[in-house]
Structure formats: C-alpha cells, structure tokens
C-alpha cells in the first residue's frame, strides 16, 4: 500500500515550487487572487457598457481599446524589463494597475456613466499589462530553478483557468447582487495580492553584460533578431499560431448555441467552461510534466492533439441532428480534451521560452509572447468567423482544426531540431 501515495503526487500537480521557493510562493499568491479580480472587471466591463449603450458594437469595442495599446506596447515594456531591474519594473506596473482599478471602480461608484471614460481607462489599464506581464514572466525563471519550472508554470497556467471560470460567474453574481461597483471593488481589493507579491520579491538587476542597451526601438529589433535566428524558440510561436489562428473555437459559440446545439446563453456558457475544465484538469494532474525532456515533441503531440479535438467537434456539429442532448456534452468533452492539450502545450512552450532565451534577453521575447497571445486569438476569431460564414459553423471548426494539424505537422518535419529538444540541454 505505500507506493499509493507517492503515485497521487507524482500525479497530481508538483507544489514543489511553492514549498520551496518562497519569492514564487508569494508571486503565485498574488497572481492567482488578482487573476479572478480581472476577470471580474473584464466582464463587468463589458456589462456596463451594454446598459450605457444596448450597443453590442460598443461592447466590442472595449476589446479594440484594450487590445492597440497591449500589441503596441508589448514590444517595448520588454525592452523596459530587460533594461532596468524586473523587480521595480514590475511594481510600478503593478501600482499603475491597482490605480487603474480604483479608478474604475470609483467611476462606477459615482455613476459618471461615460462610456468613453471606460474606454480610455480600459486601453490604460492594457498599456500597463503590456509592461507589468513581461516582467512577471520574466522574472520566474529567475527565482526557479530550471529543473521546477514546468511545475511552476503548470501551477499558474491551473490557477489562469480557475479565474477564467471563476471570474465570470463571479461577475454575474456581484452584478446582479450589488452592481457595478461591487465587482470593480472586489478586483481593486484583490490586486493587493499582486502588489505585495512583488514587493515581496528580491532586487533583479539587468545583467551587467557588455554593450548593454537602452529600451526603445534598437532593442526592441535586438531581440526580434535573437527571435530569427533561434528556430526552436521560435517554434514556441508557430506552433501557438497554428492552433490560435486555425483553431481557436470560441467565435463560433454564439451561432452553434442558436442554431447547432440549441439553449443560447446557457449553451454557450457550457461551451466555454468545457474548454476551461480541460485546462484546469490537466494542470491539477500535471504532476508527471517535470519528468518530460523532449518538451518540442510534447508541443507538437499536444497542438495536434488539440486542432483534432476541435476537429472532431466541427463533424459531432455537422452530424448532430439539432437540440442540447448528448450532442452538448459531447462537444463539451472534446472541448475539454482541447483545453486540456492547450493547457500542456503551455507548460512546456512557456518553459522553452524561459530556459532557451538568455536572461538579457527574455523581457523582450516576454514582450514578443504578448503580442502573439493578444494577437493570435483576435485573428483566429476572424479566420473562424468569416469561413463559418461561408460553409457554416461545423464545417468550418472541422476545416479549422484539420488545418491546425496538418500546418503544426509540417512547421515540425521542417524544423526536426525542435522534435529532439531536450530540456536538459537546452539549445535555443
């Protein structure tokens, strides 16, 4: 009987970092509380804006003002991160965020009612993100050892999808219960998490390392270049692509939940939260990722794994006869299985990233990270959105997911040195 209980932990998820690692233990802390807290201010966002304006449009655009200014500025917080210490970069960024907060919940508070206040503090708030997540992720490496990172970023990826699932439903309860500025408040207060967990941290100076640079344009394209002449790191971007802009499902939910699969609203809340449940599944059974070595291998296995999972969604909605039965649930099981490989797929990329970049350097491939994770998502609405117009949702999530392979397949027959990355000797 004694082998059982070392089988669960090697099973479940490895709290090793937390255990051991006082600065991630108090990162983490403040990064998992202030996560719902977003979450909870994303969606309420979105919630006033459509009672100051029963505009879906101008709901849409609260996405737009967020999305310029973190593409814009994602490049650059990561030359500010590579050129000053992580640390100081990372609280500033950090305060600017918590007054942002107070400031939304304030205007909330006050009923000002102005949407383009909203909006203006909406794209501020992302400028500061641009900076403050470049530093964290930046950071991390620092303050782990190489041999925990998987399990450390298997613990944020679990606790990025609880706030994901959590957050919403949390909004919609706090709304409904006390309104707006109940839920603004509840993000200004959590964030505080986030403040201390920095400020808990140890001082991180840049690297003293010859010709050392200045943030600004020349460093921004320093390490742009680094990026172009480093294919295994850079295949950590492709391959993300390739499942984000052929691939990513999300778009089609409000038109499969009227038309496919019946139940509005409700349905295409299920949808959601069975891609979610897969991420937080895989992270809470994430125990056995330390042991991985050809992590490239494991990107590749785990994006085909996810474009034929939503693949197979795409046939199960072209074959459902109509209605919300077992059609429902089994499109919420495959998107399960599709979060779930989304979510190792994210463990060993963000991991490449972190070992194979050089210390110097990884703010700015932080930087580079934002803007492809902001970006990718955003394109894949379009490219989902506009076939699913032309041949219909089913066809087009099949059509989206085959095309997710086959490109991820061809990406590694063409780059084999990321097929045989080892995470022991890592080579960029």
């Known amino acids: 009987m004694s082998p059982a209980p070392a089988t669960r932990r090697r099973l479940l998820a490895d709290?090793?970092?937390l255990r051991e690692v006082p600065a991630f233990r108090w990162l983490w802390i403040g990064q998992s509380l202030a996560g719902i807290g977003t979450q909870?201010?994303?969606v309420t966002v979105g919630l006033q804006v459509y009672a100051l304006t029963s505009s879906t449009f101008s709901v849409g655009l609260v996405g737009l003002f967020a999305l310029v200014p973190l593409v814009g500025l994602g490049l650059y917080g990561g030359s500010l991160v590579d050129a000053h210490d992580r640390r100081k970069v990372?609280?500033?960024?950090?305060?600017?965020?918590?007054?942002?907060?107070?400031?939304?919940?304030?205007?909330?508070?006050?009923?000002?009612?102005?949407?383009?206040?909203?909006?203006?503090?909406v794209a501020l708030q992302s400028a500061a993100f641009a900076v403050n997540n470049p530093a964290r992720s930046a950071i991390v490496p620092g303050i782990v050892p190489r041999e925990l990172l998987p399990a450390a970023n298997?613990?944020?990826?679990?606790?990025?999808?609880?706030?994901?699932?959590v957050g919403p439903l949390l909004a919609g309860f706090l709304v409904g219960a006390w309104g707006f500025q109940a839920a603004y408040t509840v993000d200004a207060v959590t964030f505080v998490a986030a403040l201390v967990g920095v400020h808990r941290l140890p001082a991180m100076p840049p690297e003293a390392v010859p010709g050392a640079h200045r943030p600004g344009l020349r460093s921004v394209l320093e390490g742009v270049r680094f990026l172009g002449t480093r294919p295994n790191v850079r295949m950590t971007f492709l391959a993300d692509l390739c499942a984000m802009v052929f691939a990513m499902p999300r778009v089609l939910y409000p038109a499969i939940a009227a038309a496919e699969l019946?139940?509005?609203a409700r349905t295409v809340g299920i949808?959601?939260?069975?891609?979610?449940?897969?991420s937080v599944l895989a992270g809470l059974f994430s125990g056995p990722l330390g042991a991985v070595r050809r992590q490239g291998a494991f990107v590749v296995g785990c994006i085909a794994v996810y474009g034929a999972s939503v693949a197979a969604f795409g046939v199960v909605l072209v074959l459902a006869p109509g209605g919300a039965g077992w059609e429902l649930w089994l499109c919420v099981a495959l998107l399960a299985v599709s979060g779930a490989a989304d979510a190792v797929s994210s463990v060993f990329r963000g991991t490449i990233l972190q070992v194979a970049t050089p210390d110097a350097l990884r703010g700015r491939l932080q930087g580079v990270f934002i803007v492809v994770v902001a970006g990718g998502p955003r394109l894949g609405d379009l490219v989902l959105g506009s076939t699913a117009s032309a041949v219909g949702e089913g066809l087009a999530a099949l059509a989206g997911g085959?095309?997710?392979?086959?490109?991820?397949?061809?990406?590694?027959?063409?780059?084999?040195?990321?097929?045989?990355?080892?995470?022991?000797?890592?080579?960029?």
């Not at 298997?154 to 699932?165: P, Y």
């Not at 095309?403 to 960029?428: I, N, S, T």
């Open 90 to 121: 990372a609280l500033i960024a950090s305060l600017a965020l918590w007054v942002l907060a107070v400031a939304i919940a304030a205007q909330a508070w006050f009923h000002v009612g102005s949407v383009e206040l909203l909006y203006a503090l």
């Open 262 to 264: 019946g139940g509005g």
């Open 402 to 428: 085959a095309a997710c392979v086959v490109a991820v397949l061809v990406l590694a027959d063409r780059q084999r040195g990321f097929l045989r990355y080892d995470a022991r000797h890592p080579v960029p």
């Open 154 to 165: 298997a613990l944020s990826g679990t606790t990025n999808a609880l706030a994901l699932t």
């Open 15 to 17: 709290t090793t970092p």
């Open 40 to 42: 909870l201010t994303v």
């Open 271 to 278: 949808l959601g939260a069975g891609f979610a449940a897969g």
